[in-house]
């Protein structure tokens, strides 16, 4: 008999820095997107160096390649990461991170729509995006459409769940 074991890289939680949660839809074939992208501000303990190892190991413990193909979340019922939205608010869920993040209604139609939403989660920081402030619409198209963002990312269709 064969198997695998599978080691989690060590990481400190105060390397992660502050991990930021944006919600937004796009146009797409097929109707609007929902999007969500995951990001970190880069001020963990370890600095940005530290912040970029620190997720790219919790997302790597949490099975989820960085820079990697996608990830469907419909198909891995075992995938340790959720997506909730519940009276207005979605929360993403995984072991080692919890956020929470009032989308725009738009957002909130699409996922309805779609019945998932595509979560990047991207190990590069993004230290002038922080939580409160707003961003232009052109500053979020250029940091999300940058490949140095996409290819340090990982990739998931996250179908939402509803409480019961």
Not at 14 to 22: K, Q, R
Not at 44 to 58: H, K, Q
Request: net charge negative.
């Amino acid at each position: 008999m064969t198997s695998t074991s599978r080691e989690d890289r060590a990481f400190r939680a105060a390397d992660l820095g502050t991990l930021v949660v944006m919600a937004w839809s796009g146009e797409a074939p097929g109707g609007d997107m929902p999007y969500l992208l995951a990001y970190t501000l880069g001020d963990g303990a370890g600095g940005p160096e530290g912040s970029v190892d620190a997720v790219a190991a919790l997302l790597e413990n949490n099975g989820l390649p960085v820079g990697g193909d996608l990830v469907d979340g419909a198909t891995r019922p075992g995938l340790p990461v959720s997506l909730l939205v519940e009276g207005g608010q979605a929360v993403v869920s995984m072991p080692g991170f919890d956020a929470r993040c009032v989308p725009p209604p738009e957002w909130l139609e699409a996922v309805a729509e779609r019945g998932y939403a595509y979560f990047v989660f991207t190990t590069r920081p993004w230290p002038g995006a922080e939580p409160g402030k707003p961003i232009a619409p052109e500053a979020l198209a250029e940091f999300v459409g940058a490949d140095e963002t996409l290819n340090a990312a990982a990739h998931i269709v996250l179908p939402p769940r509803t409480p019961r």
